[in-house]
């Protein structure tokens, strides 16, 4: 098992939501979906209230380049969003609503196409709800779960948990026993260390 911890604002974690399920039904690894929001971290850890890469823009402008080439070599669209980073916490809020009923992993990608694409306003219930009923959900009802308590208690429980793992980005894969791999790039290595802790479990 392996846990996938993301941000819908985050762009090296579009390519890798697109294609860690493919990848790991290969490996015969199951991906535990962890949506969260990386602000608080950024705050916390270095001090930074806007994206690394609008506080350092030679960063920024290197980054937007290599996602261009990663998503060209992967087969995925892309557009620069004209607004960067989104706000993200109603769309992670609604992600968490659909842990339960199994349509989190199909949302999100929904939602990585509706920022990194179609240059839509994640932030907006107007723009998630037809990505809601995409995957068989009611919009109304989930729009107004994703606003009850429970729901931001559990979005910031996914926060503590991240700062407790000693996560400072997105993507970041955590495998079962507790090793921390950090960036779509290493999406692979993290897998393959998944799959020799598997095989040591049952050796």
């Given at each position: 098992?392996?846990?996938?911890?993301?941000?819908f604002a985050s762009t090296y974690s579009y390519?890798?939501?697109?294609?860690?399920?493919?990848?790991?039904?290969?490996?015969?690894?199951?991906?535990?979906?962890?949506?969260?929001?990386?602000?608080?971290?950024?705050?916390?850890?270095q001090g930074l209230n806007d994206s690394p890469?609008?506080?350092?823009?030679?960063?920024?402008?290197?980054?937007?380049?290599?996602?261009?080439?990663?998503?060209?070599?992967?087969?995925?669209?892309?557009?620069?969003?004209?607004?960067?980073?989104?706000?993200?916490?109603?769309?992670?809020?609604?992600?968490?609503?659909?842990?339960?009923?199994?349509?989190?992993?199909?949302?999100?990608?929904?939602?990585?196409?509706?920022?990194?694409?179609?240059?839509?306003?994640?932030?907006?219930?107007?723009?998630?709800?037809?990505?809601?009923?995409?995957?068989?959900?009611?919009?109304?009802?989930?729009?107004?779960?994703?606003?009850?308590?429970?729901?931001?208690?559990?979005?910031?429980?996914?926060?503590?948990?991240?700062?407790?793992?000693?996560?400072?980005?997105?993507?970041?894969?955590?495998?079962?026993?507790?090793?921390?791999?950090?960036?779509?790039?290493?999406?692979?290595?993290?897998?393959?260390?998944?799959?020799?802790?598997?095989?040591?479990?049952?050796?």
């Amino acid at each position: 098992m392996i846990e996938f911890w993301y941000e819908f604002a985050s762009t090296y974690s579009y390519p890798a939501a697109m294609r860690i399920e493919r990848l790991a039904a290969d490996k015969g690894v199951a991906v535990a979906w962890r949506p969260f929001i990386v602000g608080p971290l950024f705050h916390e850890q270095q001090g930074l209230n806007d994206s690394p890469f609008n506080a350092f823009p030679v960063k920024g402008e290197y980054m937007w380049r290599d996602l261009e080439r990663v998503c060209d070599a992967e087969g995925l669209p892309l557009r620069h969003p004209s607004q960067f980073p989104r706000n993200s916490l109603l769309a992670a809020r609604v992600a968490i609503c659909g842990l339960e009923d199994g349509w989190t992993p199909a949302f999100s990608r929904a939602v990585y196409q509706a920022n990194f694409v179609d240059d839509q306003d994640i932030g907006s219930p107007e723009v998630l709800a037809p990505l809601i009923a995409s995957v068989g959900a009611g919009p109304e009802h989930v729009l107004a779960a994703a606003q009850s308590d429970p729901i931001k208690a559990r979005l910031k429980d996914h926060v503590r948990q991240a700062k407790e793992r000693g996560l400072f980005g997105a993507p970041s894969f955590l495998t079962a026993d507790g090793e921390l791999f950090w960036g779509n790039d290493r999406l692979e290595q993290a897998l393959d260390w998944a799959v020799r802790h598997q095989s040591r479990e049952h050796a």
